[in-house]
């Protein structure tokens, strides 16, 4: 069974800190896929990056960053420089090989993150 | 990447009603979900659309309370039938198109709130 842990429920923090959100996952795949979505307060998910098992280099994309660690078993999130509109919840999700049931989510509980000026 | 529709937006309904959910993507995309998000938890997987023949339903779903159809590749409905208080949630249908395997979008839910 795949397992997704999010134990942070909500963080709040003030413009322009850094923050990080943490992810940490369980399964017996040996090839997965890890995902980040953001859900704003009008509801609708917005995906924002996917990772495959086999790739561990860290990714940066503007002021959002990734640190995935098979050793931890650990696909944690970095904002940096936080601004207001960054407030949102914060989903971390795992999903198992396409052969392997498709392409069927199992989401963690996800973060809700406060930034405040 | 897919635009995923759903219609509708939101709806409150009486309980024992039924209630049809759309959804359209705007691309052939190889398999649709649809999900649901209690207030305030994470998204539960109800069931994979499956493309002219029944949908396969997650643990703790049924086809009696939750029908789906998906008679192309781009169309899925899903109802909630007999509804209860219970059944208030957000209803996803999400899509992964034929060019990005894995890559799984969303729509923009169904909010839904039975009295």
């Known amino acids: 069974a795949q397992k997704v842990t999010q134990a942070q429920t909500e963080i709040s923090v003030v413009e322009k800190e850094d923050v990080t959100l943490d992810c940490v996952y369980e399964?017996?795949?040996?090839?997965?896929?890890l995902f980040w979505y953001k859900q704003p307060p009008s509801g609708e998910l917005v995906f924002l990056i996917r990772r495959n098992s086999f790739d561990e280099q860290n990714e940066i994309s503007g002021r959002y960053s990734w640190n995935f660690q098979k050793s931890t078993s650990s696909f944690n999130f970095t904002i940096t420089a936080s601004q207001v509109v960054d407030s949102a919840v914060y989903f971390c999700a795992l999903s198992g090989a396409i052969t392997g049931g498709g392409n069927k989510l199992t989401f963690g509980t996800g973060t809700q993150l406060k930034v405040e000026l | 990447s897919a635009v995923i529709s759903q219609k509708p937006s939101r709806d409150i309904c009486q309980r024992g009603t039924s209630l049809t959910i759309q959804c359209q993507v705007d691309?052939?995309?190889?398999?649709m979900f649809w999900y649901r998000q209690q207030p305030g938890q994470s998204l539960t997987l109800i069931a994979t659309a499956n493309q002219g023949s029944e949908a396969t339903y997650e643990s703790g779903f049924v086809i009696d309370k939750f029908p789906i159809s998906r008679p192309n590749l781009t169309f899925s409905t899903l109802t909630v039938s007999n509804m209860s208080p219970e059944d208030s949630s957000i209803y996803l249908c999400?899509?992964?198109?034929?060019?990005?395997?894995?890559?799984?979008?969303f729509g923009p839910g169904t909010r839904l709130t039975v009295l």
């Open positions: 691309s052939q995309v190889t398999m």
């Open positions: 999400s899509a992964t198109s034929l060019s990005s395997y894995n890559e799984q979008f």
């Open positions: 399964t017996r795949d040996t090839t997965y896929y």
